[in-house]
């Protein structure tokens, strides 16, 4: 008789859900190419001004008449030459205003690139690699961190019960009652200090509510169960039982919440960067590019919007898709 | 009931202590000195030694929390630290233009989203069904900032059928010129998470035994679905309704700074901008005691519309 366990049955049913194996790929290429992006293999030179500010994308072809405006207005430009003195800075300036204009002075920067170049000419593509790094890093970090303080709240509220239940219902009461984006909000303006562990920090402290009402749920419901009366007969402690025996069992909830929750940290760290409290100001992420793109759509420079909609937008429905999926195949009485 | 509803209002108690320490702790202590904050570039220590004393940051943690509780029970949080503006002022005039966006966003994605909803768990397991919940599972994971800076930048930058931001003095134009693009963005954001909700509160509906009833007894299934299957999950998607609004009065701050509406989240967005703490701490108590306010009266709502419902 071959014995199966939960999990490798959980994983022929998602094996068998097209749909939620895809999405499986799909997030862990993403994940493959952050940890390119954060060794350095790929988009490592994302700061370099590489294209012609605002370069289109390569399949729209180089902006040609703009770009020859700004060759023509560089080269008539002749400061000093109303006043009929020869300038002796005229050559510099010259140089200068060619090099600013992007035109023939600089041969190295490229007239397009695959997917554009912002403002000052860096490689869209690029920074969207490096933006996946930052956005996907922090979600995951920050889940964790909440899935982590939200089962071990859980465990011991439901496991201890009394008053140890009290006070994290009465703690789970508090953070719930103040509605989550103000909370992340309110401590962003207090802390008042960019970066990325701040952002993990500050979400992962505020988002584990949620996981800790399920966990919670879970134990009180396995602490009488009859393998735990056992454990506790052949005089397993309370730690052994809550996180040896009973948390194997409960594990699916948490990781179903966990993946879960790296899609609402992701969306959340965008908001908070685009509103300037999220990651650092040399830092990349998905939230500074749109909040670059807000101003440049008002030029017609669409393409960094839609480089950083479209990255964000393909990794959260697959992450999404994937939870799911993952739900039903650890679950199936739920279907 | 009336007993069940006062041991609730005495459970605020608790609750409301805790989120008063929780805010006390994180403004007066994690915050730090605001003083510094205050004085500007170059503080010099009168001025720094004036502001703590107005202030009253110089006073002892106990006393300061003290102070706060007053504000609380009087319903004064001072002055804002920026404008100084009195904060219980601003709250007054700023609630009439967040409630004439919310109030209209609110309904209309109410029912476009229960309409939807029907529809798709009528058909379940079908094509359409399986087309509407990716779609809507695409529609969630843009950002929320992607529908304001596009739907904007199409509909009032290029094609010019709204304004691009402002507000006016008749209520009638702020409803239907100046709030109506920011009604469409807030409908279309709120669309794609109503329906998957929606959906699974009309399929616990349509799997009971009533429904089978109804049937059996040869109704219609326009009557089925219209009136048995409806008014059911209504009670729930209204409980929802109901609980997403005091968040909501706070959380549609990004679509009223994009469209320069002059309402309660915008006031959030400037004061966290400028690290104007007064303004933050009120609309987080406010907010708080209006969640709990708000979570009591769906539960009582819950039981009066279905007795079956057991309150504890």
Known sequence: ?335 | MAAYTLRRLWQFLPTLAGVVLLVFFVFNWVGGDPAYLLAGKIPDPQTIANIRRQLGVDEPYSVQLWIFVKQIFRGDFGASWSTGERVSAIFATRLGPSLTVLVPLLVLSTLLGMAAAMLVAYVRGSLTDRAVMIACTVGQSISILVYILVFQYLFAYKLGWFPVQGWGVSFGENLLRYSALAIVVGVAVSLAPDIRLYRTFFLDEINQDYVRTARAKGLSETRVMWVHVLRNAAIPIVTNVLLQLPGLLAGAFLIERFFGIPGIGREVILAVERSDFPIIKAVTIYVAVATMVVNLAADVLYKMIDPRVQLK
């Open chain 1, 1 to 335: 008789m071959s014995e199966q366990g939960v999990w490798s049955l959980a994983w022929r049913r998602l094996r068998a859900d097209r749909l939620g194996f895809g999405s499986l790929i799909v997030v862990l290429a993403y994940v493959a190419l952050t940890l390119a992006a954060a060794s350095g293999l790929v988009a490592r030179d994302w700061e370099k001004e590489a294209g012609v500010s605002f370069a289109p994308p390569s399949f729209l072809g180089p902006d040609a008449a703009e770009s020859r405006q700004l060759l023509q207005a560089a080269e008539r430009r002749q400061p000093g030459e109303d006043y009929g003195i020869a300038d002796p800075l005229a050559a510099d300036l010259a140089a200068i205003a060619k090099e600013l204009s992007g035109g023939s002075a600089s041969a190295a920067r490229a007239p397009t690139l695959p997917l554009g170049a912002d403002k000052w000419g860096r490689d869209v593509l690029k920074k969207a690699i490096k933006g996946t790094e930052t956005s996907l890093f922090v979600g995951l970090v920050a889940a964790a961190l909440a899935a982590v303080l939200g089962t071990l709240f859980g465990a011991l509220a439901g496991f201890r019960g009394g008053r140890v239940d009290d006070f994290f219902n009465w703690l789970y009461s508090v953070f719930t009652s103040i509605p989550y984006l103000l909370l992340v909000l309110a401590i962003a303006a207090v802390v008042n200090q960019k970066g990325t562990f701040t952002v993990i920090l500050i979400l992962g402290l505020t988002g584990w509510t949620g996981i800790f009402r399920l966990v919670r749920a879970e134990y009180m419901k396995h602490k009488v169960r009859e393998y735990v009366l056992a454990a506790d007969a052949i005089g397993a402690s309370n730690f052994r039982r809550m996180f040896v025996h009973i948390l194997p069992n409960v594990s699916h909830v948490v990781l179903v919440q966990l993946s879960l929750h790296v899609v609402l940290f992701i969306k959340s760290e965008v908001i908070l960067t685009f509103l300037g409290f999220g990651v650092g100001v040399d830092t990349v992420s998905w939230g500074s590019m749109l909040a670059e793109a807000a101003s440049e759509l008002l030029l017609g420079k669409w393409w960094q919007l839609a480089a950083a909609t479209l990255a964000m937008a393909v990794l959260v429905t697959a992450f999404s898709l994937f939870t799911d999926a993952m739900r039903d195949a650890l679950d199936p009485r739920l279907k």
